[in-house]
């Protein structure tokens, strides 16, 4: 198995693409340590998984930094972070206030830095970082500039850090979702509004579907790996062609 002994932390791992990488990260013989906002999905993860739960708001440095403290004093050194802890939202330029603006950065970018930045002391040489990006960084989707600019930032910091971890030997890679089924893009939403946005979504996409949560995991899975080696500093879109196609 590709992870037997390895120590995994998954920053947002109690849903969605981080549930999923869990348990395929747990299926290969690794040790879990999950991070996340709601106590319950957290709880229920740990508990299917066997894993170490913290609970922590990526936001909130501070709980981040007391989160990977605990990780590392119980399962001992980092050997794989997956930094997929995010937070969405649309809305047109002129509607984009200061608070939603800073409340999507203070996560996406600023938390997702100060988070690698913190978990980097704990941290084995030779190891892996996967962060979670978006082709919305680099799409150009109406009502979207807020969440794009934090994840094109987040892409040019992952960029400039693995350059810098080079002499430690951790590789830092990026996978970039494009439209997929998890819990987020249903949330609030009626049946009939998830299978209007589902239909919309599945058309843009050059595959004629979303993907799924385990696909994009299998993603990060394959960059925390030995397989992906002599892979550092990519932008992987796992998006069923949107960027390559569209």
């Not at 997702?112 to 990006?133: E, K, S, Y």
Request: aromatic share 6%; proline share 4%; glycine share 12%.
């Amino acid at each position: 198995m590709r992870f037997d002994n390895t120590c995994v932390a998954i920053l947002g791992g109690n849903s969605g693409i981080g549930l999923a990488a869990a348990r395929q990260f747990a299926a290969e013989g690794a040790r879990l340590a999950l991070t996340g906002r709601n106590p319950q999905t957290l709880h229920d993860a740990a508990e299917e998984l066997g894993a170490l739960a913290v609970r922590a708001d990526m936001g909130d440095v501070e709980q981040t930094r007391a989160a990977l403290a605990e990780i590392e004093q119980v399962l001992g050194g980092i050997d794989v972070l997956f930094v997929n802890a995010g937070v969405g939202g649309f809305a047109m330029v002129p509607e984009v206030t200061e608070t939603f603006w800073d409340d999507i950065h203070t996560v996406n970018l600023r938390g997702a830095f100060f988070a690698i930045q913190n978990a980097l002391p704990l941290m084995r040489d030779g190891g892996a970082i996967v962060i979670t990006g978006s082709i919305g960084s680099l799409a150009a989707v109406p009502g979207n500039v807020a969440y794009a600019a934090a994840k094109a930032g987040l892409r040019a910091m992952a960029r400039i850090v693995a350059k810098e971890l080079l002499p430690r030997r951790i590789r830092v890679n990026l996978i970039s979702p494009g439209p997929t089924e998890t819990e987020i893009f249903k949330r609030d939403a009626s049946p009939e509004q998830i299978a209007g946005m589902r239909e919309m979504l599945s058309a843009v996409v050059p595959i004629g579907r979303m993907g799924t949560a385990e696909e994009v995991a299998s993603a990060a899975l394959f960059l925390a790996s030995r397989e992906a080696s002599f892979i550092n500093g990519v932008d992987l879109y796992v998006d069923g062609g949107c960027l390559e196609l569209g």
